[in-house]
């Protein structure tokens, strides 16, 4: 709830301010991004798996991100597109994830359901 | 105590998820305006092109009144003094020979014009002007005694190279396409009879059936050479004593 708060909030400011990624930093920007997304839909399954720990989290946010931006920047430097391998191990994590987090609304929702009949009998 | 921690924790997530939004749709921005279409390069191709050419304006104009102050000059030192009209001369034939005046007299014209009916078997380059082709009849030319020559209106100076950019001829980096008009100052007949001796370069260009005319003219106007003059190596020895 508050996730998507202020995800909202944030997509509304960066479309209203006039801020820019200069074309050769848009690489690691979006690494880092993606970085990002994957603490976030990594913190959904475990608040979903009731592990939730914001430290994790708030580490995991920033620090990945960083660290992939790193990386693709060593990558460049050293002529290996290493932005390949973020962008493999982010992106399978994020599907894996959110995956998960299927599973457990759908398991969740039939629990549910079954209760309810359960009373209704 | 549990509820403080709980709503600072949520805040915490709030701006760490704004952050992420705001980062994507910045990037997300960003990425539009730099995958621009072909079509959008081109258009900024040709706005470059039209900046260069206007700096290229600009800088002319400024040539041109550079020139204008050294007329200036000069007609201020024609009113102070007489003593000065021997250099004056001195100087128009300095200039005259450096092609750093509109010039005119008789001469010919000669326009030079890629193959029209090249034979297919053969490699195209055989059946172009080259600038060697150039190069020779210019050099014809001078041997012939041609006082002043132009090449599609650019005047041949001492420091003038011809050569060949891919389809084009660059004289006085100035780049230009077949045909080629190359007038000559001079002896009419004496410049005629040197391009087209048997075996000279008209005959030999004809042989590939590049189209050659040579036009007799009794007055043929040249411009000045319109580049800049400056010598950055040459530093001029102990002039004679007059």
């Known amino acids: 709830m508050w996730a998507v708060l202020g995800l909202l909030i944030g997509i509304f400011l960066g479309l209203i301010s006039g801020v820019q990624v200069p074309a050769n930093f848009s690489q690691y920007v979006a690494v880092a991004i993606l970085a990002s997304l994957d603490s976030v839909v990594g913190a959904c399954l475990s608040y979903l798996q009731k592990t939730f720990d914001s430290n994790i989290f708030f580490s995991g946010f920033f620090i990945n991100g960083l660290f992939a931006a790193i990386l693709t920047y060593i990558g460049n430097l050293l002529g290996v597109d290493l932005s390949l391998a973020a962008i493999i191990v982010f992106g399978t994590r994020i599907l894996s994830n959110s995956a998960a987090i299927r599973r457990i609304l759908v398991s969740n929702r039939k629990i549910r359901l079954k209760k309810n009949l359960d009373e209704e009998k | ?242």
């Open chain 2, 1 to 242: 105590m549990i509820d403080k921690q709980k709503i600072t924790s949520k805040l915490y997530m709030l701006l760490v998820c704004a952050l992420l939004g705001f980062a994507v749709s910045v990037q997300l921005k960003s990425v539009q305006l730099n995958n621009t279409s072909p079509s959008a390069r081109y258009e900024e191709l040709q706005q470059m092109y039209m900046s260069e050419q206007k700096k290229n304006a600009s800088l002319q104009d400024q040539i041109n009144q550079m020139q204008s102050t050294i007329t200036n000059y000069r007609e201020s030192i024609e009113q102070t003094g007489t003593t000065y009209i021997g250099m004056e001369q001195d100087l128009l034939r300095a200039e005259n020979l450096a092609g750093l005046t509109d010039v005119y007299g008789p001469g010919v014209i000669v326009t030079l014009s890629d193959a029209k009916n090249a034979d297919p078997n053969m490699p195209a380059e055989y059946f172009i002007i080259h600038d060697s082709d150039m190069r020779s009849l210019v050099n014809e030319l001078l041997a012939a005694g041609a006082e002043a020559i132009s090449i599609n209106g650019e005047r041949v100076v001492s420091t003038t190279a011809i050569r060949c950019v891919g389809p084009v001829v660059i004289v006085n980096n100035t780049r230009s396409g077949a045909p080629f008009v190359i007038k000559a100052i001079g002896d009419s007949a004496a410049l005629e009879n040197a391009l087209t001796m048997p075996g000279g370069i008209v005959s030999e260009l004809r042989n590939w059936n590049i189209g050659v005319t040579i036009q007799k003219s009794d007055r043929i106007d040249m411009k000045a050479y319109s580049g800049s003059v400056t010598f950055k190596y040459v530093t001029t020895a102990k002039s004679k004593e007059n």
